[in-house]
């Protein structure tokens, strides 16, 4: 089943402006986490937030969480076109391990 | 870093074919995950492993099932593969909530 929807499924920009996608969930969660692949390949973990964190931050990326709306920003400062690729949220419930991914975003960065 | 390799990057295999797909891992993980990728749908977990010899049916089992014999190898198996099953297919481990993923395999069924 699909935990999160996101937000919007496709965004295009500029190199050097922001990028920002949204995630929805349905369930309590333990923590969330923000994925990248690029196109054909495996997912590479971003950062993950944990239920009790509000904001953070590793280098260009700023993840937020609003456990009351259940839902998550991920922001992409100054971005490049090494950036282009789809992003995937991914929750885990309380007391599980396993990953429920949302349907992702495709960004594409234009030179 | 932890590395975790899928046996086959393509994969083309025939209606009816038995199918095994191989996922191993390097840094001693409890768990480990399939997951099936399609357009429009995201990824979706078939089964996964908390231990040797233990197995969890995950959202979309039909079709398949699993081995993991020993903790670092932990495989797919399409037991009479249809088209249907045509897919990206990945593979993921972790200790705690730090997840690895292979590079996948591109399986298509003909």
């Known amino acids: 089943s699909q935990q999160g929807e996101e937000d919007p499924q496709a965004l295009s920009i500029q190199e050097g402006e922001n990028a920002t996608m949204n995630c929805s969930y349905k369930?309590?969660?333990?923590?969330l986490q923000w994925y990248r692949q690029n196109s054909g390949r495996g997912l590479v973990h971003l950062i993950l937030i944990r239920s009790n964190e509000r904001e953070k931050h590793s280098g260009r990326l700023r993840v937020t969480l609003d456990t009351s709306k259940k839902s998550s920003s991920l922001l992409i400062t100054a971005s490049r076109a090494a950036d282009t690729a789809s992003y995937f949220c991914a929750t885990v419930s309380r007391g599980f391990q396993k990953l429920v991914f949302g349907t992702g975003t495709r960004l594409l960065v234009s030179p | 870093d932890v590395k975790v390799t899928q046996s086959s990057r393509y994969l083309v295999k025939r209606t009816g074919e038995k199918v095994f797909l191989e996922c191993v891992q390097d840094?001693?993980?409890?768990?480990m995950f399939w997951y099936r990728q399609d357009p429009g749908l995201g990824l979706r977990l078939i089964y996964f492993s908390y231990d040797v010899k233990m197995k969890e049916k995950g959202d979309i089992p039909e079709g398949y099932s699993v081995s993991r014999e020993k903790k670092e190898r932990f495989s797919l198996i399409l037991e009479s593969a249809s088209t249907n099953q045509t897919s990206m297919y990945l593979c993921?481990?972790?200790?705690?909530?730090?997840?690895?993923f292979g590079s996948g395999t591109r399986l298509t069924v003909v």
């Open positions: 993921a481990s972790s200790l705690d909530y730090g997840y690895t």
């Open positions: 840094m001693d993980h409890e768990n």
């Open positions: 369930t309590s969660i333990n923590n």
